[in-house]
T-cell receptor, first 115, second 108 residues
């Protein structure tokens, strides 16, 4: 299967700081990537669709200014949690597919803890 | 988005038993996948199955898109099968929506 890599795997930061999470597609060009969020013992919630070279599309209820997404190249999308607060602590996971209608592959996820 | 419902929410099995996990979805879909989430959070792809039946070892899956459901079968369960199983469905290319998951505990 396709390889999707995320970095960092886990991060701890102080309240008020910003944190950037990277998602890389290692073996194919990804024009579209998806960002999900998962709270403990809950399901995955789609946050936004990241489009290479254009603005991200956010799901209803997701704050665009809080979660900045940049998809500057065909292999890299970044999610920046701005002015992080404890309620932003969560597991963030990205995904992409080699084709528009094909199988979706996920990164390892990034666990964010905001103190 | 699509509403995806999974049942049962929790399942306890004795090692060697068989089980069926169900996934219902609210709209017509063109993509459906089953995943196993390991204790570290990694999502492991089990099946990409928009329709039809597939088998991989002790696991098999069936999707009946016209009736809006998919089933995951686990036969001769092992303790390593424990974890959370998710199904995810999409009607807009790869924009997947997840069910709430089934937490499986296989006891030795």
């Amino acid at each position: 299967g396709a390889v999707v890599s995320q970095h960092p795997s886990w991060v701890i930061c102080k309240s008020g700081t910003s944190v950037k999470i990277e998602c890389r597609s290692l073996d194919f060009q990804a024009t579209t990537m998806f960002w999900y969020r998962q709270f403990p013992k809950q399901s995955l919630m789609l946050m936004a669709t990241s489009n290479e070279g254009s603005k991200a599309t956010y799901e209803q209820g997701v704050e665009k200014d809080k979660f900045l997404i940049n998809h500057a190249s065909l292999t890299l999308s970044t999610l920046t949690v701005t002015s992080a607060h404890p309620e932003d602590s969560s597991f963030y996971i990205c995904s992409t597919s080699p084709s528009l209608t094909g199988e979706l592959f996920f990164g390892e996820g990034s666990r964010l803890t905001v103190l | 988005g699509i509403q995806v419902e999974q049942s049962p929410p929790d399942l306890i099995l004795q090692e060697g038993a068989n089980s069926t996990l169900r996934c219902n979805f609210s709209d017509s879909v063109n993509n459906l996948q089953w995943f196993h989430q390991n204790p570290w959070g990694q999502l492991i792809n089990l099946f990409y199955i928009p329709s039809g039946t597939k088998q991989n070892g002790r696991l098999s899956a069936t999707t009946v898109a016209t009736e809006r459901y998919s089933l995951l079968y686990i036969s001769s369960s092992q303790t390593t099968d424990s974890g959370v199983y998710f199904c995810a469905a999409a009607y807009n290319f790869n924009k997947f929506y997840f069910g709430s998951g089934t937490k499986l505990n296989v006891k030795p």
